[in-house]
């Protein structure tokens, strides 16, 4: 059974490996300072938060952040930790399931979405699994000297809806 949950203080080694992974505002790189911020927030606010990815332990995390201040949404990421677990539906199921919950329980939200690297094709097949649609690309999007092109995939309130009809 794969499930989410909260992030636990025993999840930390294995997240410090996977920099931004449970924040988006600075890296997590640092055991110190993970502790640090997980003290403070559990990595759960009103805006911003992480959960784990469980299936019989650790597997990922997935995240979610405001998308940008006109947005009335929010930008989803997961990661599964270990490469060797990658293609058994984990980062499928965690989508899915956060993505239900959000919009559950904040109904001011109204879009999900994700950017996803033009090459990352198991990605893409993440979100078209969880029903998100490819909208467009963003060019020279991302992290590095050299940033990629991207993918935008979305889910919108009305999808979810229909989903629990």
């Known amino acids: 059974m794969i499930r989410i949950r909260s992030i636990e203080r025993t999840d930390l080694p294995a997240i410090v490996r996977e920099p931004y992974s449970v924040t988006i505002d600075e890296p997590g790189d640092d055991l110190e300072r993970l ?32 998308s940008g201040p006109c947005i009335h949404g929010y930008e989803l990421g997961y990661v599964i930790h270990d490469k060797r677990e990658w293609g058994k539906g984990y980062a499928s199921a965690a989508l899915k399931l956060l993505s239900d919950r959000l919009f559950s329980e904040r109904t001011n939200v109204v879009r999900h979405q994700l950017t996803i690297s033009c090459g990352n094709v198991a990605s893409w097949k993440v979100a078209e699994r969880c029903g998100f ?21 979305s889910r919108v309130r009305g999808e979810f809806e229909q989903d629990y009809r």
Do not use: C, H, M
């Open 133 to 153: 649609v490819r909208e467009g690309v963003l060019r020279a999007y991302g992290f590095g000297n050299e940033p990629k092109d991207s993918f935008v995939y």
């Open 35 to 66: 502790g640090t911020l997980f003290e403070s927030t559990g990595f759960w606010q009103e805006d911003a938060g992480a959960v784990a990815v469980d299936s019989g332990g650790l597997k990922g995390t997935i995240q979610f952040f405001r």
